[in-house]
T-cell receptor
Framework: GDSVTQMEGPVTLSEEAFLTINCTYT??????LFWYVQYPGEGLQLLLK?????DKGSNKGFEATYRKETTSFHLEKGSVQVSDSAVYFC??????????????FGKGTHLIIQP | GAVVSQHPSWVICKSGTSVKIECRSL??????MFWYRQFPKQSLMLMAT?????????EQGVEKDKFLINHASLTLSTLTVTSAHPEDSSFYIC??????????FGPGTRLTVT
């Protein structure tokens, strides 16, 4: 079945550091890929998405590129802030369901940014 | 943006009782909603797909008689945990799907069964 693997945290960085959170997936065809973020005490929020190979999703300074050849969707940000501290989830939606399927999530990466 | 609410946000119940959790899309209609379960420091696991006007589709291993799902309208889906036991204690999260396949998530409901 489909699966998502992402680096487990916690990941601790200093403010203004460069961030990479790795995410790889296993799925047939061309799934849609997502990054969701969960701030403390809040629900999941969509951060960015990509629906086809080589698409780049971006939002709030975060970027991720859909790499079919490496089945990856790594999340990056050039300069993190304390307010970026949260749990980040990589997720996929299978191509076959036409958007009607639930998401398969990675285990989440807890990011801690220190001032 | 699309807003999804859940009620209650936290509930404690005694073993053997039933608990109903509501999921509402506040500013849009959703023909499809999803229910997930999240264990502490774990990922979200899809439990079932809730379709307006039809029966829910359950994932393998999820007891449909224990987790009753009703999608009575285009803005409301409910999850009822029947005869709850301590092992049902968890964080339950719903989402609503919009065009393009993006899902918007509710804030979650923490269930504690004593």
């Amino acid at each position: 079945g489909d699966s998502v693997t992402q680096m487990e945290g916690p990941v601790t960085l200093s403010e203004e550091a460069f961030l990479t959170i790795n995410c790889t997936y296993t799925a047939t065809g061309y799934p849609s890929l997502f990054w969701y973020v969960q701030y403390p005490g809040e629900g999941l929020q969509l951060l960015l998405k990509a629906t086809k190979a080589d698409d780049k999703g971006s939002n709030k300074g975060f970027e991720a590129t859909y790499r079919k050849e490496t089945t990856s969707f790594h999340l990056e940000k050039g300069s993190v802030q304390v307010s970026d501290s949260a749990v980040y989830f990589c997720a996929l939606m299978p191509q076959s369901g036409g958007g009607a399927d639930g998401l398969t999530f990675g285990k989440g990466t807890h990011l801690i940014i220190q001032p | 943006g699309a807003v999804v609410s859940q009620h209650p946000s936290w509930v404690i119940c005694k073993s053997g009782t039933s608990v109903k959790i509501e999921c509402r899309s506040l500013d849009f209609q959703a023909t499809t909603m999803f229910w997930y379960r999240q264990f502490p420091k774990q990922s979200l696991m899809l439990m079932a797909t809730s379709n307006e006007g039809s029966k829910a589709t359950y994932e393998q291993g999820v007891e449909k008689d224990k987790f009753l799902i009703n999608h009575a309208s285009l803005t409301l889906s409910t999850l009822t945990v029947t005869s709850a036991h301590p092992e049902d204690s968890s964080f339950y999260i719903c989402s609503a799907r919009v065009a393009g396949g993006v899902q918007y998530f509710g804030p979650g409901t923490r269930l504690t069964v004593t």
